[in-house]
Structures are given as C-alpha cells and as structure tokens.
C-alpha cells in the first residue's frame, strides 16, 4: 500500500522535516509515470527552494527537460559555465524587446561545418536591417584563399563611404598581387551619368606605369565624344 506524511499545522516550525546526519536522504520511486516524483507548492505564493554546497546539483536523464515558468526568470552565475549538446537547439524568443545578450568580455562564434551558410543572420521581417557598430578599432572582414565576398543591395540608394576627420583619411579599393587580376568598375544604368568620377574640392591623378604593349590608358566614347 502507500504511507501518507501529513501536516497541518501552519505555524513557525510546524513543518515536516527529513534529516539524515552524515548520510544520505534517497527518494526512489520505480513507477512509469512522468509524474512519478512530484514536488508541489500548491500554494499561489509557494515556491520551491535547493541550496547544496560546492558538490552542485546534477540532473541526468534519458527524456526531455521541460521549464515552464510564468514570470520573470533569473539565472545567475559566478563561475565558468558549459553546455553541451549533441543535437539541435532551437531557441525562441517572442517578448515585445526581443533578445539582448550582454557581454562584458569577448563573445567567439564558431560553426564548424563547410557549408556557405555556416553562419546565418538572418533580420527575415520585411522591414528588417541589420545595423552593426564598432569602436575605434574597426571593423574586419578576412577569407582564406578562395573565398570571396560578395556584398549586394536591391532596389535602393547603397554607398560605401569615408568621413575623413584628418589629412591621409584615405579610402583605398585595389586588387593585390602581381596576377593578370582586375578592378573593374562597371555600370549598366542608362542615364547621361551611369558612371560619375567627381572630385568637387580638388584633382583626379589616372596613372599607369606598364611599358608593354597594350598597357595604356584609353578612354573611348563609342557613338558619342571625349
């Protein structure tokens, strides 16, 4: 049959207490219900309170894990933490602010897999942006030989720009390397000005220093004039 440990009594020291003095208080049940232990604060102010000392908690289990909490949650930590899990996780977040994660150090992401969609962010509203900020140190974009970078706009005004705050604030796009390699700057716009060099407080330099043949400046105008 089953045993039954009741109290009603409400005032201080009223509880129910299990103490076991240098030893070890096990709870085991064998039943094949999800509810087969159940701790229950039935009270709308109860709460449940575990402290343990530096030998922690530990949950093991061969099912899922379910939190279901309805106010405001706070996890605090002073020591280093890991997860690790050798599925997927997905995590969801629907509240009116959104997500913010706020580091006081250094945050590394790393995805592992050769795919080009190895990382993905994605603003998937139809008004979407993504908006990213640096401090002085600027912001940095590298591949490994091979890997290109392709930056694309559509349907709206774009710019690549430099506000220059002192002398030799210069802005430099080149092709490196001695190969038969290309800058190429292009435009299939139909307007009078599909392609603008515009210097509007000082000079323009076009210089090419090859000697082969071939290795000239030219400038042509097909069906109109220079």
Known sequence: ???????????????????ATGSSVNITSTENQPDAIKLNASNAAGGIDIDCGTGGINIANTGAIVTTTGGTSTFTR????TCTNTGNKTTNVNGPTGYTLDVANVINMNAAKSAAASIVINASGA??????D?????VSIDTTDGGAISIDAIGAPSN??????????????????AK???????????????????????????????????????????????
Do not use: K, N, W
């Open 134 to 138: 640096a401090g002085s140190s600027g």
């Open 78 to 81: 002073t020591g280093d933490e």
């Open 1 to 19: 049959g089953g045993i039954d440990i009741s109290a009603t009594g409400a005032a201080a020291g009223e509880d129910i207490d299990i103490t």
């Open 160 to 177: 690549l720009s430099l506000q220059a705050t002192a002398d030799d604030d210069d802005l430099t796009i080149s092709v490196t390397g």
């Open 127 to 132: 008004a979407g942006g993504i908006d990213i």
């Open 180 to 226: 038969d390699a290309s800058l190429i700057l292009s435009s299939t716009g139909t307007g009078v000005d599909a392609i603008q060099v515009t210097a509007s407080a000082g000079g323009i330099d076009i210089s090419a220093t090859g000697a082969a043949a071939g290795e000239d400046i030219d400038i042509t105008a097909t069906g109109s004039s220079v």
